[in-house]
């Protein structure tokens, strides 16, 4: 593809709106395909770790009540 300048890329013809906006939505949809997993990965993480710390927490509790 040649055009003779920014402003003519962008128009393509009367076709800029359409390439540029499927263009748009598809980098949009990979980026939520990356970041999506990361997010979910990163608030699971989260809540095993506090998981845990109630859990040691309790478990500390009942061996002193034990005792």
């Known amino acids: 593809m040649y055009f003779d300048s920014v402003a003519a890329a962008l128009v393509m013809d009367g076709h800029g709106p359409y390439v540029w906006s499927a263009y748009g939505i598809t980098l ?4 939520l395909l ?25 478990e500390s509790r009942s ?5």
């Open 28 to 31: 949009t949809v990979i980026a």
């Open 34 to 58: 990356v970041l999506l997993p990361i997010v979910s990965k990163r608030r699971l993480l989260r809540e095993l770790r506090g998981e845990h710390r109630r859990n040691r927490q309790s």
């Open 63 to 67: 061996s002193v009540e034990l005792s």
